[in-house]
């Protein structure tokens, strides 16, 4: 099955609703800083290093993407939770595409960050460094 998602659980006390604050980039690391939508510990996800692709998306303009998957999970699935992953993902086809298969003996990795008001995508070769702040 293409692009099944499956909930991820970043660490075991980064979990639940959360809202994306902040996406900053520079030519080491992209940061994403995320606030909890019912208060409590506030959360960073570090992708330190290459990523070979994101894309920041209005909720809005991904409604598809919300029905399919409200269809196959059900809302309960997402409305009350942020981190996701992409299993057998169409995106990391298209890098692999567009890149002549150079990351194709790679593991890459689809991780999927869904706020109140946006999706954010990350195609990574690694997992991510997480903390709480």
């Known amino acids: 099955m293409k692009n099944e998602i499956v ?10 609703k959360y809202e994306l604050d902040r996406i900053s980039l520079d ?5 994403l800083d995320f606030t909890k939508s019912n208060g409590g510990d ?3 996800i570090i992708f330190d290093g290459v990523v070979l692709s994101f894309r920041n998306t209005d909720e809005g303009v991904r409604l ?5 998957l409200s269809e196959n999970k059900g809302d309960e699935f997402y409305s009350n939770w942020t ?11 298209w890098v692999n595409a567009e890149s ?3 990351y194709a003996d790679y593991r890459i990795e689809h ?7 946006s999706m954010l995508e990350v195609i990574s070769t690694f997992d991510p460094l997480i903390s709480k702040f």
């Open 83 to 93: 981190f996701f992953k992409c299993l057998n993902s169409t995106y990391i086809d």
């Open 64 to 68: 598809r993407f919300l029905d399919v």
């Open 100 to 102: 002549y298969e150079k």
């Open 111 to 117: 991780y999927i960050f869904l706020g109140t008001n």
């Open 42 to 44: 506030n959360c960073k």
């Open 7 to 16: 909930r991820w659980l970043p660490s075991e006390s980064v979990c639940g």
């Open 27 to 31: 030519s080491e690391e992209l940061v």
